[in-house]
């Protein structure tokens, strides 16, 4: 397939002159319109001549992919590059996905946990209503995007939003609901035995070689490295189907949507949103592990789960338990 050109130049129309007016017909006292007689004014002629003329540069299309439209590898969003407008969109959602959405604080804040930084957890309940804040829905709309949710298909009614804020910022969601069953786990053999694999396992050879250049001599060692091939089958697999024993078991709580921020991950704040959520979703007790689950995770959703229960047979729940 020939490429395509586009135009490179373009020419613009000059701008009228301040004699424009003298080529209109002129209206006499009665008389009938003059009419245009051609200039022969030579100082008039030099000035349009030296005029520089004013070019639009335009964009030259040879079949590159991201042509029109860009997209960023780390938040997903497609803009125009070299559109000042779109740059300045592009840099503040990029700013708000890596590193949270800005939050000035509530007046009155429910305060679930606080750490020694400063940090906080903070229940959206109230007159800070999951429903009618402006803030919980713009968190809301990137946990949807980032986990997969259809738009306005995360919250309900009885959904209990608890935000993680740090240095002024939401870098932390769990969206909590009341459930009354959930279904067991059944780990696979490889992940049940996952622990019990050795690391890639690396032995010197029996063979040496020595190489010899006059007085000075270089031993050289080769080294075989054993990779574990039900290992390597788990990481490159993901999470596959997620098999559940068909007895139901009682539950409270589910865990509907965990989400941290990329720049915060694997930094426990997950598990902090899960503490906060145990000790605060039935007044008056502390929920245990056993009695919350979760919705079918992701691979990151997996091990987290797996981590904090500290089994690969957690909980899990589905629309027919709530």
Same mark, same amino acid.
């Given at each position: ?40 004014? %030579? ?12 070019? %639009? ?16 590898? +780390? ?30 604080? $509530? ?9 020694? %930084? ?56 769990? +969206? ?82 965990? $989400? ?7 930094? %426990? ?52 338990? +709530?």
């Amino acid at each position: 397939m020939q490429p395509k050109i586009n135009a490179f130049f373009k020419r613009q129309a000059p701008d009228p002159g301040p004699n424009s007016a003298d080529d209109a017909p002129r209206e006499g006292g009665g008389g009938a319109a003059e009419p245009n007689r051609p200039r022969s004014d %030579g100082a008039a002629d030099a000035k349009v001549l030296s005029k520089k003329r004013s070019y %639009g540069q335009f964009h030259l299309e040879l079949g590159q992919p991201d042509f029109l439209l860009h997209a960023c590898a +780390v938040c997903g969003m497609m803009y125009a590059r070299g559109n000042d407008e779109d740059e300045k969109v592009h840099r503040a959602y990029h700013r708000t996905y890596f590193q949270g959405v800005p939050f000035k604080g $509530w007046r009155d804040e429910t305060v679930v946990a606080r750490s020694e %930084g400063g940090d906080r957890i903070i229940l959206a309940t109230g007159e800070n209503s999951c429903t009618r804040n402006s803030k919980v829905q713009e968190v809301i709309k990137v946990v949807e995007k980032e986990l997969g949710f259809g738009e306005g298909r995360l919250l309900h009614k009885l959904c209990k939003v608890y935000l993680f804020v740090s240095s002024g910022r939401i870098v932390g969601c769990l +969206v909590a609901e009341p459930i009354k069953a959930a279904h067991k786990v059944i780990p696979s053999s490889s992940s049940e035995d996952k622990h019990e694999l050795p690391d890639n396992k690396i032995e010197p050879a029996q063979a040496n070689h020595t190489l010899e250049f006059g007085k000075i001599s270089f031993k050289r060692e080769v080294l075989r490295r054993h990779n574990h091939p039900d290992k390597n089958r788990e990481e490159s697999q993901g999470p596959g189907a997620i098999i559940c024993q068909q007895e139901a078991v009682p539950a409270v709580c589910g865990f509907r949507a965990i $989400w941290v921020v990329p720049s915060r991950r694997r930094k %426990g704040l997950g598990s902090q949103l899960m503490d906060a959520a145990r000790k605060s979703f039935c007044e008056g007790s502390v929920l245990g592990i056993s009695q919350c689950a979760f919705t079918p995770p992701t691979s990151a959703g997996k091990a987290l789960a797996s981590s904090y229960c500290k089994t690969s047979a957690f909980l899990v729940y589905r629309e027919g338990d +709530v």
